[in-house]
């Protein structure tokens, strides 16, 4: 029997083991990096080592120092959650030489399902449906255009190892195969280490259908049914749900059938998932096997009533799969959504800093798993999804709308999140339909989505929080702090208060006594005030009544009402000289390192050019010139962290003028510049 599990990862997930652990009578060891030293999920360990460093090559993927800390608490068991060593067969192997068990499945396994190439391979042979593909390995120049005709067009070149879209290109014209394929091995190899790539069949429009598996030492081996995951962004998931809307239960007993078959095929053990792409015409095709709990675990747990962490436990211990797997049904329906730290409206750029306030509204029917609490720092380090709110409903709709409930009352501030593109997703009229597929949100209007409030409620929020703030100063006033809140005996002039929304700044005048008055932006409110405080309007406005909430964090207010909210910043009434920067300067669109310079003084660069490379949340983004230029300036070296806003480089226009615009245009670079498509099929 398992008596002490160290978690090796940090976050969510460590808390989620820790807590069915804590439930089983199980002692938890927690590993944590010096940027994670005040976390939440360290906290809860009942003892934790620390693994030194920042990043995770200096920390969470050190297998050295885990098995050390393993040894030093005496872990005779490693869960190794998702990411980071969770599929690396090399530290499945040294726990077992340790004398340690490992809770994921076999080495072989591990190791025949981390290339892409063999896996479809593999699966082929034990007759579960792939796409048609051909190895380029070894193959002439000359011959590719007939294996293309032969695999059908599109055609998808793909690399052999990895995922997250590299190394792979959708070619539709034959003219663009070769260059295709170059890049790809090019991408493959510096990402990968490893250039393999092959040809697959592309399908238009397919959805994202995976299998959760489950496998004993005893030779049993069940699926739990299928998760949709086709709403994703750069190639990962933010929206989950089971069952599938397009999967009916003659579908899921062929795709069950065939993913029952690929653990079979491994010898599986412990929880896997098989991933499949579904075509519209149904035809369903294998892409890959996970082989270690998936984050989208969840809604699999909601419907089906199985801890998954307990069934991963009690397998790795050597008993045999709970009676309730074996026969497990579907109840009701659970839909996940994913809070990642980023911009959805500018490109989806992952975004870092403080929070300020972190609560998440527990309605009925909600579960929240998370790593992070108001106060803590968003590192670039790591990656950015904050936390997965999930919901379960006897139907899609009930489900839908409890999670659309809940993420619309929640309270985020001081980090930039894509909580309004998620609510906006779940009130989509496609997605209520079920008409969903991987390019959703590469059809999709991303502004729209995200939406906003109207101006009159635009207006009264800005009007609340200006109130808020007056009652703060009121409330610590020196002297007559009994006095109302923005009074004045003699009405000389309304008093004012500038706060950004957006590209926006909102101007709030106002006078409270006998007679009030209320404008936004020269727009007068007919309002009735209620109550005042630091941190909760009451205002009447057009006939309704309604509680604006007003939270300050740094620089920063957010306003809550029960169907909406709005973060302002506060405008400085003189702002400083240091504020004001150089013509020509391009800045970092968020916090991170500086990965690569392009360029040195007195270079002439085009539009459109990288001048510098910054990488934030495992992904790079390339800082470009906006117009033909000269560098002037590299105030920054690689290797150094930057912040938001600060200078990266400055250029000149060739015509002899500093460029106008100040900030750099940055873009997630996930590929070399091809004319072909970035691939969506996983």
Partial sequence: MIKKILVANRGEIARRVFRTCREMGI??????????????????ADEAVPLGGVTPADSYLRADRVLEAARLTGADAVHPGYGFLSENARFAEQCATAGITFIGPGVKAIELMGSKLTARELMERAGVPVLPGRDLTGVDDADVDELADAVGWPILVKASFGGGGRGMRIVRDRDDLAEAIASARREA?????????????YVDNPRHVEIQIFGDTHGTIVHLNERECSIQRRHQKILEESPSPAVDSELREKMGRAAVEAGRTLDYVGAGTVEFLLAPDGGFYFLEVNTRLQVEHPVTELVTGLDLVRLQIDVAGGAP???????????????????????????????????????????????????????????????PMLAKVIAHGATRQEATARLAYALTRSRILGVTTNRALLVGILADAEFAAGAIDTHFLDRADIGALIGRPGDPLIRAAALAAALADQATQRASAPVLGGITSGFRNNLSQLQTRGFGFGDEILTVAY????????????????????????DAVEL??????????????????????????????????????????????????????VSRIEVAVGDEVQQNTTVIVIEAMKMEHSIVATEDSVVTEIPVEVGQAVDTGQVLIVLESSAGDEQGTVGGAATTEMAEPVATEMAVQA
Avoid: C, K
């Fill in 27 to 44: 002692a938890t060891v927690g590993v944590y990096s010096d940027a994670d030293a005040d976390a939440l999920f360290v906290d809860e």
């Fill in 189 to 201: 190899g510096s990402a990968f280490g490893d250039d393999t790539v092959f040809l697959e069949h």
């Fill in 321 to 383: 799969l709970d009676p309730a797997a074996v026969s497990a049904t579907i109840s009701g329906h659970a839909i996940e959504a994913r809070i990642y730290a980023e911009d959805a409206g500018n490109d989806f750029l992952p975004a870092a800093g403080r929070l300020d306030l972190f609560e998440i509204a527990r309605t009925p029917g909600i579960r929240v798993d998370t790593g992070v609490r108001s106060g803590d720092v968003v590192s670039t380090n790591y990656d």
């Fill in 511 to 534: 006078h409270l006594g006998a007679q009030p008055r209320f404008e936004v932006d020269g727009v007068v409110l007919e309002a009735q005030l209620g109550s005042v405080t630091p």
């Fill in 540 to 593: 009447l406005i057009d006939g309704v009544r309604r509680t604006f909430h007003v939270v300050l964090g740094h620089g920063r207010r957010l306003v809550t009402w029960a169907a909406g909210s709005v973060e302002l910043t506060d405008v400085e009434r003189f702002p400083s000289a240091e504020s004001t920067l150089d013509p020509g300067s391009l800045v970092a669109p968020m916090p991170g390192t």
